[in-house]
């Protein structure tokens, strides 16, 4: 769903969970996308998309498999949109009600800490924290005694004066919660795969692919919008909202604001406020939080990536929020120091879009994954990274869930 993680964590018992139910009797899977037969390892992958799907399936083909990638991306840059302006919130268990998702989830999150000891802890602003539903009214102060902060409550003020803070719930705790800077976790990725199998980045949209001549199945390349070609032998569609034209075009985009705000210290807590408009807050090591809530409803998107219009009622709002929610002398109320929008991408069964184009020979694709786009990004990237490299998905996911042919 194009929902926020703690909206997920809300409804997937009852809406994600009977999908569990229904889904094997209600699709026709296509084994093409789980196990198939793959007559020759590629030796250059095109990935359209430097977003998180795209850099991490680049680096797991060159760890596993010495294979070298090619991004190409419309803007040039890596991580030009909501994988380089996301949270980056990550939890172990919040989608075990949906086996399937449950599981690249948790296999996912195991390798975010992987890649963390790998790159270095400070390098992509991983840790692990915990994590707080906080019931706030601003016109229903608790008066905590002596004015000490409520318990468990990283958020609260010690001055009790005009804290909104009624009560608390965990969600999780360091076990089960962690938190990743998406942006310089994909610059990591590409570094490393650029290191291990030459990566290379390309600037262009890409079009259609292209085929020999003399074998219309043997993919030899693609055709950019500007007329280039590039060249290898196998293709991944992964540009989220974006890859509506591979994906029937049922995929669309959900428009997300947020911003930073820099805090008096160094937090250690996420928090889904209940209150206030219900805002998210995500408080990073380097003395910021990042705070997003109210989003659009679901479109085609006609923006250009890197290009999200921020409007500035969207920023308006979620500030007024987040210092309602933290108190007029709160940990939150400074003035923003960045403020930015992005898509999510979203299906219509909320489930990610991964495996073979049942019509495009060589080409695969691996987008929808809502908000849990940053968390599920490692363990697609391995997963589609076997599937491209073998034709077979790894131990750890079941990608006939998750087949890109379902909506046929």
């Known amino acids: 769903t194009s ?3 703690m909206t997920a964590r809300a409804i997937i018992v009852s809406t994600l969970a009977s999908l569990a139910l229904v889904l094997p ?14 007559p020759s390892q590629p030796k250059t992958v095109i990935i359209a998309g430097a977003g998180v799907i795209g850099t991490s399936t680049a680096y797991y083909l060159a760890k596993n498999f010495n294979v070298k990638s090619i991004l190409v991306d419309v803007t040039g840059q890596i991580a030009p949109a909501a994988s380089g302006k996301a949270g980056g919130f990550l939890a172990l268990d919040w989608n075990d009600h949906t086996p399937p998702l449950g599981r690249l989830a948790r296999r996912s999150f195991a390798l975010h800490e992987e890649l963390a000891k790998g790159f270095g802890y400070e390098k992509i602003m ?3 924290l915990t994590c707080a539903s906080i019931s706030v009214d601003p016109t229903k102060s608790l008066k905590k005694p002596g004015g000490k902060k409520l318990a468990g409550v990283d958020w609260a003020q010690d001055d ?3 804290d ?3 009560g608390m719930q965990s969600l999780g705790d360091e076990e089960t919660i962690a938190q990743v800077h998406p942006r310089m976790l994909c610059d990591s990725l590409f570094e490393d795969a650029k290191k291990t199998a030459d990566c290379e980045l390309v600037k262009g949209e890409v079009d259609f692919p292209l085929y020999d001549d003399d074998d219309q199945d043997k993919l030899v390349g693609v055709k950019l919008k500007d007329g280039s070609e590039v060249r ?8 989220g909202p974006w890859s509506g034209p591979w994906t029937k075009g049922v995929m669309l985009g959900v428009k997300y604001h947020s911003v930073h705000i820099p805090t008096p210290r160094v937090l250690d807590q996420a928090v889904f ?5 219900d805002p998210e807050v995500y408080p990073r090591p ?6 997003c809530g109210f989003p659009d409803g679901a479109i085609k998107v006609s923006e250009r990536p890197g290009e999200e219009e921020v409007r500035q009622e969207k920023v308006d709002e979620i500030v007024h929020a987040v210092r309602s929610a933290s108190g007029k002398a709160g940990v939150l109320s400074a003035d923003p120091c960045l403020t930015q929008s992005c898509y999510l991408p979203s299906t219509p069964d909320g489930l990610p879009m991964m495996g073979k184009v049942s019509d495009q020979k060589g080409c695969y694709v691996a987008a929808g994954h809502s908000c849990w786009g940053i968390l599920l990004g490692p363990g697609t990237g391995e997963t589609m990274a076997n599937v491209i490299a073998t034709g077979k998905s790894t131990e750890y996911v079941d990608i006939r869930w998750f087949d890109p042919n379902r909506f046929d």
Do not use: E, H, N, W
Not at 25 to 38: G, I, K, N, P, R
Not at 232 to 239: E, I, K, Q, R
Not at 273 to 277: D, K, L, P, Q
């Open 232 to 239: 290898g032998d196998a293709v991944l569609y992964a540009c």
């Open 286 to 291: 380097d003395k910021t939080a990042y705070c």
């Open 25 to 38: 009797t209600s699709l026709s899977f296509s084994m093409s996308s789980a196990d198939v037969s793959s």
């Open 273 to 277: 406020f209940s209150g206030c408009g």
């Open 126 to 128: 991983y840790r692990r």
């Open 3 to 5: 929902i926020s993680p």
């Open 164 to 166: 909104p803070v009624l």
């Open 160 to 162: 009790s004066s005009d």
